[in-house]
């Protein structure tokens, strides 16, 4: 099997794991939305939901795993499994110290986080407690899932990825279970979804503890900071976290001036990002989590062709799906919000102002997706720095979009701001690539992108009279889920056929792939 199709079939399992959490967290937000609806107990509770999965992404899956699964690949590779796993026991140490230290000083200045992070809360005193008190009961989060995250690390490196891309599955059915068995019960009812996190959190962590011993992790506590992985990993997350929180932070800057517009507009942005995180988590993120360790192999075998190969696949493959992903969520936005959201206190309006955050952040997606292929190929050879700069000039550029769009477009600005600077920090990222794996195959991803955009357009346009169609039969609740199920079914027959019509090479790939399987069981 080739590295690509490698690749490609732990981007699939990595996919399958992540499909199966959107869809339970799609679940999870259709019973938060039908209890709670989109107001001031939901504002607080995404705030709270918020904070520690920022600090998760930056420390825990960001920063964390981009500075670690690099080194511990080199360990495995060069040096020695005992020394690997040496390395390893030195992260868990000096992690749960850092973590305990985070978590307590979190939950003791929560009332100034919060005035930071959502300075529009702090003239309306209830909600500004109620975030702070559902803050604090989730804060701990960062904890347990920043070691499930290094764990994480260990076994993608191993090239083992079932269980990490299962694990999220495990917070969806938590903070559901939740809603139903918890919540009811409690004099603060939101609180309980609070707890729900927790819980999750938990479940989490002790997922992964059975496949680690499995791959011989002995875990031998070392609180002395002293191995040299350990220095060399702080030294490439300072910057690292920076340069992961650029998206992270963008979303900050939207709930901040989102809590200074009209009630509900953080729920907007909120519901709307849920959505588009469905293409972007199961491929984009997919992909990213997969072509790190085999990035960072590379750079370890000193194979820089290996490496652009590689780049060049992931990018042309991320795209493939990127676009036309963005096209549907373009065209079909109200009925998509509608069907999944529209029901109990989530009024037709609040669908509408939910759909039109929804295109605009959908603009985004194409940039969205590839981040996650370019900036691993930075980290696989340990080059932090390049994108901290880029990801300042993204942040400012954020700033200032949202300040130009916030009040002509309202909470739709912010989104498409997001997608604005996401574009920016893409276009850097490839502008800067280094040069040892700048020249990778460019004509060949111009080729794909041609042929993928007019195959999403011809599916866009297929997928808009049919649910044009739709309309004007004024169909119910469930009619409408059919007719959206078979207009998505159409639209992907009718791309893939579009595909193979144009002759992309990414459609080939994948159809050839399935025949070299196929031949082979039989």
């Not at 009811?184 to 680690?212: D, K, M, N, R």
């Not at 800067?432 to 794909?448: A, N, Q, Y």
């Not at 579009?498 to 399987?517: A, Q, W």
Request: charged residues 15%; hydrophobic residues 55%; proline residues 4%.
């Amino acid at each position: 099997m080739s590295e690509n199709e490698k690749l490609l079939k732990a981007t699939g399992i990595i996919s399958s794991g992540t499909f199966l959490s959107r869809i339970f967290g799609f679940i999870r937000d259709m019973v938060i939305a039908k209890i709670f609806g989109a107001g001031f107990a939901t504002d607080a509770f995404f705030v709270a939901f918020k904070i520690p999965n920022l600090l998760r992404r930056l420390l825990g899956e960001g920063a964390l795993s981009a500075a670690f699964i690099p080194l511990f690949t080199e360990h495995f590779t060069v040096k020695s499994k005992e020394d690997a796993w040496r390395f390893a026991s030195a992260a868990f140490s000096a992690l749960l110290v850092i973590l305990s230290v985070i978590t307590i000083l979190g939950i003791i200045f929560m009332p100034a986080i919060i005035t930071i992070l959502a300075p529009g809360f702090y003239t309306e005193p209830q909600k500004f407690n109620l975030a702070v008190y559902l803050t604090r009961i989730t804060f701990p989060y960062i904890f347990l899932i920043s070691l499930t995250a290094l764990s994480m690390g260990i076994l993608n490196s191993l090239r083992h990825f079932t269980v990490p891309a299962m694990s999220p599955v495990l917070l969806n059915l938590s903070l559901i279970g939740a809603a139903f068995f918890i919540c009811p019960y409690l004099e603060t009812p939101i609180s309980g979804l609070a707890i729900g996190v927790i819980i999750g959190g938990v479940l989490q962590l002790f997922f992964h503890i059975p496949p680690l011993l499995k791959s011989g992790l002995k875990f031998t506590p070392d609180f002395s900071f002293s191995h040299p992985g350990i220095k060399k990993v702080v030294l490439l997350m300072a910057p690292s976290i920076i340069g992961l929180a650029v998206t992270q932070f963008n979303i900050f800057i939207d709930t901040l001036i989102a809590s200074l517009l009209t009630e509900g507009s953080i729920s907007y942005l909120y519901y709307a990002d849920r959505v588009m995180q469905l293409p972007l988590g199961v491929f984009g993120t997919a992909i990213g989590t997969a072509i790190l360790p085999t990035l960072s192999s590379f750079a370890a075998k000193k194979d820089m062709e290996g490496m652009k190969d590689t780049i060049s696949f992931g990018l042309r493959f991320t795209l493939f799906i990127a676009i036309p992903a963005m096209t549907a969520q373009i065209v079909l936005s109200l009925p998509i919000v509608s069907i999944l959201f529209e029901r109990g206190e989530f009024t037709h309006q609040a669908a509408v102002n939910t759909s039109q955050a929804l295109i605009a952040f959908s603009i985004g997606l194409w940039a969205y997706s590839g981040i996650k292929v370019i900036a691993p190929a930075y980290y696989s050879v340990q080059d932090t720095k390049t994108p901290v700069r880029i990801a300042i000039i993204s942040m400012v550029a954020n700033v200032i979009f949202n300040l130009l769009l916030m009040f002509p477009l309202k909470h739709a600005g912010i989104a498409l701001a997001t997608s604005l600077a996401a574009m920016l920090n893409l276009g850097l990222l490839i502008y800067f690539l280094p040069d040892k794996i700048r020249r990778i195959d460019w004509e060949g991803i111009k080729i794909s992108v041609f042929k993928i955009g007019i195959s999403s357009v011809v599916m866009g346009g297929v997928c808009y009279l049919s649910w044009l169609k739709a309309d004007s039969y004024q169909l119910s609740g469930w009619e409408r889920l059919v007719w959206l199920s078979i207009t998505i079914i159409i639209g992907l027959i009718v791309y893939f056929g579009m595909t193979i019509l144009v002759k992309c090479g990414e459609m080939k790939f994948l159809m050839d792939t399935v025949k070299s399987k196929m031949g082979a069981k039989g």
